[in-house]
């Protein structure tokens, strides 16, 4: 099965500055890529995903950005933060349908 | 639209009892569902899943039913064990589209020894 990483662990930011988080997914090829987001106390909200290179699909219109430069890579990316962008970041990879999502164990992202 | 929903936000159960978390849905279109267990800081890990054309699936301690005429799932621990305790979610996707899991709100599981 496929195995995500995902770094950094935690991020402190000031806002205005730029983000950039990747992932990178072992184990698979042309994985479906995802981009999710848990708010405090609440539940997994999806950000963007890929079903391959160059292909992305917004959820939410927001601040944040995606990318999918390689198979395996995809990059999550704000040009200046803003202070509701705080959260914790999880990137998913899935090999296809009725497949479970497996997740990275996430980025804490505090903007000050 | 909250397309998932988990209305209990915590349950405490006793060690060795069985722990059933409730999960409701609202698109007919899903078709195919899963439970994750998530520990604070860390990624969800996935427990269990179930296709629409079972009522049942079960793993070990664990079993998920599903009830599809009231969109209705729910996930049986039995026995439950300290090391249960965390948050569960409940995932559901359709076979249109990009296949996209749309996920409950999540219900904090507590088991006491």
């Known amino acids: 099965s496929q195995t995500i990483h995902q770094w950094p662990a935690t991020l402190v930011q000031p806002v205005g500055s730029p983000l950039s988080l990747e992932c990178t997914v072992e184990g698979t090829s042309n994985p479906n890529l995802y981009w999710y987001r848990q708010a405090a106390g609440r539940g997994l909200q999806l950000l963007f995903y890929?079903?391959?290179?160059?292909?992305i699909s917004s959820e939410v219109p927001q601040n944040l950005s995606a990318s999918r430069p390689q198979d395996r890579q995809f990059i999550l990316s704000s040009k200046k933060l803003l202070l509701s962008d705080s959260g914790f970041y999880l990137c998913a990879g899935r090999d296809g349908y009725n497949s479970p999502l497996h997740f990275g164990n996430g980025t804490r992202l505090t903007v000050t | 639209d909250q397309q998932v929903k988990q209305n209990s936000p915590s349950l405490s159960v006793q060690e060795g009892r069985i722990s059933i978390l409730n999960c409701d849905y609202t698109n007919s279109m899903f078709d195919y569902f899963l439970w994750y267990k998530k520990y604070p800081a860390e990624g969800p890990t996935f427990l269990i899943s179930?296709?629409?054309?079972?009522d049942k699936n079960e793993d070990g301690r664990f079993t998920v039913f599903l009830n599809k005429s009231a969109k209705h799932l729910s996930l049986h621990i039995v026995p439950s064990q300290p090391g249960d305790s965390a948050v569960y979610f409940c995932?559901?996707?359709?076979?249109?589209?990009?296949?996209?899991?749309?996920f409950g709100t999540g219900t904090r599981l507590l088991v006491s020894p």
């Open positions: 179930i296709s629409s054309i079972k």
């Open positions: 890929s079903v391959g290179i160059g292909q």
């Open positions: 995932a559901a996707s359709a076979n249109t589209g990009f296949q996209k899991l749309v």
